[in-house]
């Protein structure tokens, strides 16, 4: 034994398990306790229901970072031994750390799928920063009531009838529907023997809405995130902070909506997905952000759709907005005009002037009225005082609101939930004087 280990001494040859162990002083101990740990972290990431299963056994992310400096040292430690001395390939302490740094490896990439499943990732890939920030993510799960001072924004329609639009995927599943529905009907009436036929056709008009189904579920916008419970699987809560710009994609073809921030959050088939993409594009960002707290919406603001007559350019549609002041026209399709006039930078989204209209109303009274003014002035509408224009009370507001000045018209009607706003509105108006034209 002495002789053996003095020849090691020189050469690493013939150096026994214990001698290596006694060298290393307690590092390779630390070696085969993270090789354990490391393979029960990767078969627990590599299961289908990992994030049940990482949640039934919370304390495997932290013991393994917790270790990880320890082990860092070890490693190193162990190599430069080994080359110092020149320990043959095949000593078991660089086997298992050979096979550490490999685990680590398969680890990382792991890791890294799962993090991105669940987040944006971004940057070279760090086993330590991505296993603690997944734990992070992991541990917390979504609320599903509102938190103390949360304020309920906007809630995403589920019934495809009650949504203007009807996305190409809606419309060829109808007809695929009908088709396969109608070819079952024939088949039945024609062929004695076809009734499984029928029975498989029938089945086959079924499954996509089978699917389409199950891939949906319900969205929520507050004061302070984002909320999707998909029919299948988690919710997610993604901080309206934590978006960046260019965060929030709508696909109008699927009704879709996709958003990064702290989480990420892939909203499915929701019927309103256009304009949850603009509300939150609107509520992630100055001047929104947060102001919904209050839980207060501006009360003496009247928004109703109105057509411009007696200008030069000919008659234009778009929308009134009636104040205590005055009122202002925003024509037809400037919705991006007007959600860049609110927000400062475009965005690739489809957008109605109403939303960001309706939106603003968040905003305390001074703020409403110097952004409408921006409004306005980008999107080419007009602002008529209360002392220029004239409104003389005719037909009901939910008929007609009929509003002059000099040769130009504005003419519209409102809704019977905006008719005691409005009505309220145009009486503290000034009244033309007796005579006067209008």
Sequence with gaps: MAERTR?????????????????????????????????TLESVLGARRWRHQLRARPELIPEWLKHAPAVTEALERTRRRAELEGWP?????????RELVDGGKRLSALARSRLAALAPVSGAASLQED?????????????LTL??????????????????????????????????????????????????????????AVVPWMVVAMRSGRAW??????????????????????IPSGGVHVDPELLNVRVEGERRAHVRHLQDAHQLGVLVELHRQPPLRGVARAGVRLADVAIYPAEL??????????HAVLRPDGVSFIPEGAGRAALRAVTGSAADLPVETEW???QLRWLPDTEFDAYMARVVKDTGGQRWSAWDASYRPGAPVWKEVRIT?????????????????????????PRPTPGESV
Excluded at 89 to 97: F, G, I, K, R
Excluded at 152 to 159: D, P, R, S, Y
Excluded at 221 to 242: C, D, I, K, M, N
């Design 7 to 39: 020849t090691g001494g020189a050469t690493g040859e013939g150096l026994s398990t214990e001698d290596i162990h006694r060298r290393l002083e307690g590092r390779a101990e630390v070696l085969e306790a993270a090789r354990a740990r490391q393979a």
């Design 405 to 429: 000045r000099g040769p130009a018209v504005l003419t519209g009607g409102v809704d019977w939930s905006r008719q005691g706003v409005t009505e309220r509105i145009l009486r503290s108006w």
């Design 147 to 204: 938190e103390p001072g949360e304020v309920l924004v906007f809630e995403g329609q589920q019934k495809w009838q009650a949504s203007p639009h009807i996305s190409p995927l809606v419309t060829v599943l109808l007809l695929g529907t009908g088709t396969l529905v109608v070819s079952a009907i024939l088949v039945d009436k024609l062929i004695g023997m076809g009734g499984g036929v029928a029975v498989l056709l029938m089945m086959a």
């Design 221 to 242: 916008l507050t004061s302070e995130r984002l909320l999707w419970q998909p029919v299948l699987g988690e919710a997610v809560s993604v901080p309206l902070a934590s």
């Design 356 to 358: 960001v209209l309706e």
């Design 309 to 318: 007559r007696g200008e030069a350019t000919g008659p234009r549609k778009g």
């Design 131 to 143: 296993l603690s920030r997944l734990d992070a993510l992991v541990r917390k799960k979504a609320a």
């Design 89 to 97: 390939e095949d000593t078991p302490v660089l086997v298992a750390a």
